[in-house]
C-alpha cells in the first residue's frame, strides 16, 4: 500500500517551453502533497506543500509563477515548471501524506528533467 | 528550531559487516523522526520510524534504528550489510506548522565491498 507515481519518469524540453509533471496517489486519498527538488549528490530541496482544492504553499525562494502546482483532487497533483531553462534542470520527487497519517510522508520514484 | 544532521557523508562496509549511520537532532520537543533509502535515480523508499512509542524501531530490510533522547540521536543500523544495500540514507525530522514538513538531512552514502 501507499504507492505514488509520477509521470513522466524522464523529460527532455527545449528551453522556453513548459513542462507538466503529474504525482499520483494510487491506492489511499492524500491529505497533502509535496513537492521536492534534488540536485545531484544533493539533499531534497522542499518547493511547496499542496493540499487538495486549494493553494499551494511555497517556501521562501520558490517562484510560484515558475513552478505552477495545481492539486485537483486527493489523488493528483501537477507540477508545471513555466518557460524551463537549463538552470531548472533536476531531479523532481512528489510524495504524499495520508490522511490520518499527516506525518509520515510516501514518496514518488521522481521525474528527471532536462531542459535543452 | 528543528534539524537533523548526519555526521558521515559517505560509509564503506565490507558484505556480512554491521553498518552504522549516524543521525543527530536538534528539537524543541519530542520529535518523529525517519529514515529513507535513495537507490541511484530513485525516489525515496520509507525504511523505518519514530512517532513517540517504542525507541527502538525495526524497519524494512533488517534495519533498526534507537532513539535515544539524552543523546538527541537517532542511528540506523544493520547486523549484516548485503549488496543491495548500497545507497543514499537519509534522517528526516518532521516539523509541525500546520502541514507536517520534513526537514532532511544531509544524507550519507553507504558502500558495501564485496
Known amino acids: 500500500g501507499a504507492v505514488v507515481s509520477q509521470h513522466p519518469s524522464r523529460v527532455i524540453c527545449k528551453s522556453g517551453t513548459s513542462v507538466k509533471i503529474e504525482c499520483r496517489s494510487l491506492?489511499?486519498?492524500?491529505?497533502?502533497m509535496f513537492w521536492y527538488r534534488q540536485f545531484p549528490k544533493k539533499s531534497l530541496m522542499l518547493m511547496a506543500t499542496?493540499?487538495?482544492?486549494?493553494?499551494?504553499?511555497?517556501e521562501q525562494g520558490v517562484e510560484k509563477d515558475k513552478f505552477l502546482i495545481n492539486h485537483a483532487s486527493l489523488t493528483l497533483s501537477t507540477l508545471t515548471v513555466t518557460s524551463a531553462h537549463p538552470e531548472d534542470s533536476s531531479f523532481y520527487i512528489c510524495?504524499?501524506?495520508?490522511?490520518?497519517?499527516?506525518?509520515?510522508?510516501?514518496f514518488g520514484p521522481g521525474t528527471r528533467l532536462l531542459v535543452l | 528550531a528543528q534539524s537533523v544532521t548526519q555526521l558521515d557523508s559517505h560509509v564503506s562496509v565490507s558484505e556480512g559487516t554491521p553498518v552504522l549511520l549516524r543521525c543527530n537532532y536538534s528539537?524543541?520537543?519530542?520529535?518523529?523522526l525517519f529514515w529513507y533509502v535513495q537507490h541511484p535515480n530513485k525516489g525515496l523508499q520509507l525504511l523505518l520510524k519514530?512517532?513517540?512509542?517504542?525507541?527502538l524501531v525495526k524497519g524494512i530490510n533488517g534495519f533498526e534504528a534507537e532513539f535515544k533522547k539524552s543523546e538527541t540521536s537517532f542511528h540506523l543500523t544493520k547486523p549484516s550489510a548485503h549488496m543491495s544495500d548500497a545507497a543514499e540514507y537519509f534522517c528526516?525530522?518532521?516539523?509541525?506548522?500546520?502541514?507536517?514538513?520534513?526537514?532532511f538531512g544531509t544524507g550519507t552514502r553507504l558502500k558495501v565491498l564485496a
Open positions: 528526516v525530522v518532521s516539523v509541525s506548522s500546520g502541514t507536517y514538513k520534513y526537514i
Open positions: 519514530y512517532t513517540s512509542a517504542a525507541t
Open positions: 510524495s504524499a501524506s495520508l490522511l490520518g497519517l499527516k506525518e509520515t510522508q510516501y
Open positions: 499542496s493540499n487538495e482544492g486549494s493553494k499551494a504553499t511555497y
Open positions: 491506492d489511499f486519498q492524500a491529505t497533502t
Open positions: 528539537s524543541s520537543y519530542s520529535p518523529s
